[in-house]
Structure formats: C-alpha cells, structure tokens
C-alpha cells in the first residue's frame, strides 16, 4: 500500500459565476521515500491539490473523491482527527512564510508548539528540541535568532524555519508548495538541496510544488504537469522532460528563459490566456490555446495514453503532438 493515495480528486469552489471545478479527476499515489513533483502555470490546480491532500481547502470549496494516508481517507475524517495528522503526520511548507509564520510568537516558539502538541513534551524538552531544529536546518547563530519574531529575518530564514516546524515530529510526508518563489537564485539552491538532504536523511515523501520546470528536473524522480485542474502528463521526470509529450508540457518548456539567447529576442509564448476556472471546456482543457485544437478536443477529458515506461498524456493527438518541434535547450 502506497503512503499516499489520490483518487478521482476533485475540488469544487464557490464562485461569483456559480460553482466551478479547481481540481478535475486528479489520481496519483506516493511511496515513503519517492519524490513528486507537481508543476504547471498558476492557476492550474496544483496548490489547491496540495490543500485538498491536507484538508486545508478555502471556506465554502467541497473536496470529493479519496486522499488516503496509510489507507485512512482524509476526506471522511474529522476535523479533530485531521489537526492529528497535520504538523505530525503530515508537514507543510507553505509559499510565503510571513503570512504561515505568526508575527506575534517567537521563531523557537513555533517550532515548538508542534512538539508540545502532537507529542506531549514540556515547554523546556520542546525548546529544546527546538534549538536542535533550528540548528539542523543551518539557521545561522540558531540560538540567537531563536528569540527572534519573523519579520527580523530574511527571507531565507524564515524559510528555514518552516522547514524547522514542518519537520519538528517526524512526518511521513513533507508537502512544499512553492518554497521557493520570493528568495534569489542562491538562497532558492540552499533551500532546495536541504529539503532533498533532509527528506533523504529522514526517509519522507516529497511532494514539491512549482512553476519551475528547472526545480522539477533537478528535484524530484516522477512529475505531473497540471492545467486547468487536471493532470495533462505525468511519468518519470527524466521520461517526462526528454519527450514532452503533451503540447501543454511542450509549451511549458519552450516559453522557458535560457542561457545563450541573442540580445532582444522574445521569449516563445504558448498562444491566448489561462482561462476561468468557470470557463474551462467539458473536454482537454488545453483546448483553444493548442495548436493541435479540433473539434473533438472539447467534447470529452481525454483519456491517459501511454507514452513509455509509466509515461502517460491525456492527448487525442498524441502521436501529431509528440512530431511538434521542441525547443532547443
């Protein structure tokens, strides 16, 4: 039995326009110790994925389907059983950690409120396992800036001490939604490889979340690419990254920045704008911004096709897609 199990999930949200759909049908599993890699254009599903997994969904959205966790469905348990699973069972690091951490605490005393929490210990055993936290994700001077409030660190800091709190209890899965976004080319790097070092030290799952297919080809062994709530393609990064099977994924990389590029040159876009969650067709939701578009593309989701080895693409024209020209790397 995988750790995680995602079936037929789907997210439905109160809008102005009525209900419409976030997250359509999404599937997949995770192992102790695998790498997941969810990626796409925002808006398209991921992060809402990742709160439907951890049954913290806007107010008024209905999740329907099944996230089981060690075979226990999520969806069908109890708010006082799922404050259980989250921060113990179940870390997250959230996109912005001013607006996760609390401006009015401590930075030593949010990472330990999970361990008083969820594992019983005394303020002074909390701390102090706190500090050991704190210096494990090379805070630096951890235990001066332990008694530091959120908004006297930097960026990266306070990142790290996320990722402190997220691990604080020894979860099964680490959940990182964009951890990246708001710090610079170094920090983001030392950020990535010590979530990679630490989820390999520990054993956990990873589920990493991006807009940057860079941090997914460097970051996590399978990846799924989302538009419009669904699952558009999905294998083996490596499988997934050396064909780029679906236009979407296609157009993904080709719309990339790169190295190398004469001075001036425009940047290949992917045609016409991310739609509505309300005006997303019955059908490929990539359809209309496709080059391939036909009449048939809107009638009905497209069925997942193989492409290799646990390589699959929900396109009805796989094989015209897999002919389009990929762009140089």
Do not use: W
């Amino acid at each position: 039995m995988a750790l995680l199990e995602v079936e037929e999930l789907t997210v439905r949200l109160a809008t102005a326009r009525g209900p419409a759909d976030a997250v359509r049908g999404v599937s997949f599993s995770l192992d102790r110790g695998q790498t997941l890699g969810l990626t796409g254009e925002s808006g398209s599903g991921k992060s809402m994925t990742a709160l439907a997994v951890i049954a913290l969904l806007p107010e008024g959205a209905r999740a329907t389907g099944r996230v089981l966790l060690n075979g226990e469905d999520l969806l069908a348990a109890s708010e006082r059983r799922l404050c259980a699973v989250r921060g113990n069972r179940i870390g997250m690091i959230f996109q912005e950690p001013m607006t996760a951490l609390d401006p009015l605490h401590s930075v030593v005393r949010q990472v330990a409120e999970p361990l008083r929490l969820h594992r019983g210990l005394s303020a002074g055993a909390a701390r102090a396992e706190a500090l050991r936290l704190l210096d494990r994700v090379r805070l630096a001077d951890a235990h001066r800036s332990a008694a530091a409030y959120p908004h006297q660190l930097s960026g990266g800091q306070r990142q790290r001490v996320l990722i402190a709190s997220a691990l604080a209890c020894g979860p099964d899965l680490l959940v990182a939604d964009e951890p990246t976004t708001a710090l610079d080319a170094t920090t983001q790097s030392e950020i990535l490889d010590l979530i990679a070092e630490l989820v390999d030290e520990d054993g956990m799952a990873l589920m990493l979340i991006s807009h940057d297919l860079g941090v997914m080809a460097q970051n996590v062994t399978r990846t799924l690419v989302m538009y419009g709530g669904s699952i558009v393609e999905s294998g083996p990064t490596e499988a997934v990254f050396s064909r780029l099977a679906h236009p979407y994924t296609r157009g993904l990389h080709a719309a990339r920045p790169r190295l190398g590029v004469g001075r001036g040159k425009r940047l290949a876009a992917i045609p016409g704008t991310v739609p509505e969650i309300a005006d997303l067709p019955p059908g490929c939701p990539f359809a209309g911004r496709c080059p391939l578009t036909i009449a048939a593309c809107s009638a009905a989701i497209p069925p997942p096709l193989p492409v290799g080895p646990g390589h699959a693409a929900r396109c009805i024209r796989l094989e015209a897609a897999l002919t389009l020209p990929k762009a140089a790397d």
